[in-house]
């Protein structure tokens, strides 16, 4: 399933003001894991200007194979999250995949985040570098972090860090504003 962050904008004043949209590539079994990624990734989403969008904002009578389309079409970054039960999804491959690299062909951001072992080298290897990093640079997936809410705060930080090199933007909260 897709996801894209709507907790994420940026503070311009008094108000915030979101520029960019975040999509969130998952399996629904790693629903948990995901929800923990929003989380940590909230604050970077305001810093930077970009929102998420999650499927579960889908509400009676849309069309939801139509809905997750059009979302995609407004995302300028896109997270995968990686798991066996991702790369074991049909929908996930068939559909979500295509769409995801072709807006990456034409520029946006595309951010893999492993969560467990599986085909994670084969699908990065040589084309990109996934997430969460420990502080010595190896990538880890999340799930052999002790604690694992260090991972998801590893990967978001990861995420936030190449939104804003992508981007070239630069952090834009009230208390930044203090300072500046």
């Not at 894991?33 to 970077?44: F, L, T, V, W």
């Not at 069309?63 to 079409?73: G, K």
Request: proline fraction near 4%; glycine fraction near 4%.
């Amino acid at each position: 399933m897709l996801l894209a962050l709507s907790s994420g904008c940026c503070y311009k004043g008094a108000q915030w003001a979101v520029a960019v949209q975040c999509f969130l590539s998952y399996s629904h079994r790693n629903s948990r894991e995901c929800d923990r990624i929003i989380a940590h990734m909230a604050g970077y989403g305001r810093a930077y200007a970009f929102s998420v969008w999650a499927d579960h904002e889908l509400r009676a009578g849309d069309r939801w194979s139509e809905r997750l389309r059009e979302e995609i079409e407004r995302s300028r970054i896109f997270v995968s999250l990686l798991s066996a039960d991702f790369f074991a999804s049909r929908y996930i491959w068939d559909i979500e995949l295509p769409l995801i690299i072709e807006h990456r062909r034409q520029g946006a951001l595309f951010v893999p985040v492993v969560l467990a072992d599986c085909l994670w080298r084969l699908f990065c290897q040589d084309y990109v570098q996934a997430a969460p990093m420990t502080p010595s640079r190896d990538l880890r997936p999340c799930a052999q972090w002790r604690p694992i809410e260090k991972a998801y705060a590893a990967a978001a930080r990861a995420i936030g860090d190449a939104v804003q090199a992508h981007f070239g933007m630069k952090p834009n909260t009230p208390l930044h504003q203090d300072f500046v």
